[in-house]
């Protein structure tokens, strides 16, 4: 079974910066690609970034690049999501993921392990 436990979400001002951490248990972390999602009520879920499993590609939608850094440091089990620049849109309940393979993927059914989600809320 694999466990994954997000943290660093909060309240922030239009413009702050923050690092969400992503914990992971479980042996094959990595050897497998991770994600980040948002959803806000109402809404589906949303691809945030994606890295593959040895970190060297990775991807992100279009609204957050250039603000957005996702990284992993597969001896500490770990996935980052590091968000600069953060906009009132930004709001939302980030959920870490693990991807079913090894190379990024932007959808969730490519995903099989999901964390509870950390809270980021973004005042204007």
């Known amino acids: 079974q694999v466990q994954l436990v997000e943290s660093g979400g909060g309240l922030v001002q239009a413009g702050d910066s923050l690092r969400l951490s992503c914990a992971a248990s479980?042996?094959?972390?990595?050897?497998?690609?991770m994600g980040w999602f948002r959803q806000v009520p109402g809404k589906e879920r949303e691809f945030v970034a994606a890295?593959?499993?040895?970190?060297?590609?990775?991807f992100y939608t279009d609204s957050v690049k250039g603000r957005f850094t996702i990284s992993r440091d597969n001896a500490k089990n770990t996935v980052y999501l590091q968000m600069n620049s953060l906009k009132p849109e930004d709001t939302a309940v980030y959920y870490c993921?693990?991807?079913?393979?090894?190379?990024?993927?932007?959808?969730?059914?490519?995903?099989?392990?999901w964390g509870q989600g950390t809270q980021v809320t973004v005042s204007s």
């Open positions: 890295i593959s499993w040895n970190g060297g590609d990775t």
């Open positions: 479980g042996r094959t972390f990595s050897i497998n690609a």
């Open positions: 993921a693990r991807g079913r393979y090894r190379h990024v993927v932007a959808t969730t059914n490519g995903y099989d392990y």
